[in-house]
């Protein structure tokens, strides 16, 4: 009878255990996530064609590569349409926990606009964008994903993207922009579909305001409705549970690919498409703020 006891108070406490350990949920760094997002604009502004960009590209995968072996570059060629330049552009793409098919796809675009054509003073027009909230945000915090990722597996496959060409787009010609995602949704196999997708851009804002996009609240109604009730149960309250602006971005491309994505955007950022969109008018607060949420989702 003892011995019967002393079993069953052994399983019980080993169930107990294993409960706990299930229930562990690394800390998302904002910290690292912020040095992250300053070594991309320590390049410079990262446009197609140019050294900075070739730098930071070899960064990102550099990167990468300390977290898998799973990293491929995907090169493609794209037309510039305000001059006809030719140029080379390179989506990126590092698989995580391969053997899981239950996966996941985390999205941010990398490079940065060629022209500040929204800055207040037309003398900044023609000289390109840092894109520290517009580029450099996201994949700062899918870096700090892919380090966590690493250390723990998730409960799911991850696959993280970042698109290339995104922002050489002319405005009301929505075919001009996206350019990464829309090679990456032709290119990839037909069998992929993860669970969903969740595209970050422009997060970094230090005065963030996360409103839902229309699009993705239209087209994937219970993804978005997952992502800001985690906010919500976290008390994160920048993400807020209302529908705000319908912005052509690159969950787009996903969508009509029939990949569900969501986009997770900051679309009231003072500075878009600015000169001014530089480190200082980001916060590392904000970064934590979709991380947190994110890893929240990856270890349910």
């Not at 990839?188 to 579909?193: A, K």
């Not at 807020?240 to 690159?250: F, G, L, R």
Request: proline content about 5%; some cysteine.
């Amino acid at each position: 009878m003892k011995k019967t006891i002393l079993i069953a108070l052994i399983l019980t406490i080993t169930l107990f255990l294993s409960s706990c350990q299930s229930q562990v949920v690394p800390k998302f760094n904002q910290d690292n996530a912020f040095d992250f997002l300053k070594k991309q604009c320590d390049f410079g502004p990262r446009v197609p064609g140019t050294e900075p960009h070739i730098k930071c590209k070899n960064y990102l995968v550099q990167t990468l590569r300390k977290y898998t072996n799973q990293v491929t570059e995907h090169p493609f060629q794209t037309r510039i349409k305000l001059n006809g330049r030719s140029v080379a552009c390179y989506n990126i793409i590092a698989n995580f926990n391969t053997e899981n098919s239950k996966r996941l796809l985390l999205c941010a675009h990398w490079d940065t606009r060629p022209w500040a054509d929204r800055d207040p003073d037309p003398a900044n027009h023609k000289k390109p964008v840092m894109g520290a909230s517009d580029g450099a945000s996201g994949v700062a915090v899918l870096l700090e994903i892919a380090r966590i990722i690493h250390i723990l597996k998730p409960n799911y496959g991850v696959d993280i993207v970042f698109f290339d060409a995104e922002d050489f787009g002319s405005y009301g010609d929505n075919d001009s922009w996206a350019l990464g995602s829309k090679h990456f949704a032709q290119t990839v196999s037909s069998q992929y579909r993860p669970e969903f997708g969740i595209l970050l851009d422009l997060i970094g804002d230090a005065d963030q305001q996360l409103f839902i996009e229309l699009n993705s609240h239209r087209y994937a109604r219970e993804i978005v409705d997952r992502i800001w009730n985690k906010a919500q149960d976290l008390g994160i309250t920048e993400f807020i549970p209302e529908t705000k602006h319908d912005v052509y971005d690159d969950h787009l491309n996903l969508l009509q690919a029939g990949i569900q994505c969501v986009d997770i955007i900051d679309f009231d950022y003072e500075y878009w498409h600015t000169i001014e969109d530089t480190p200082d008018k980001c916060s590392p607060r904000s970064l934590g703020n979709v991380g947190r949420v994110l890893v929240e989702l990856l270890y349910e």
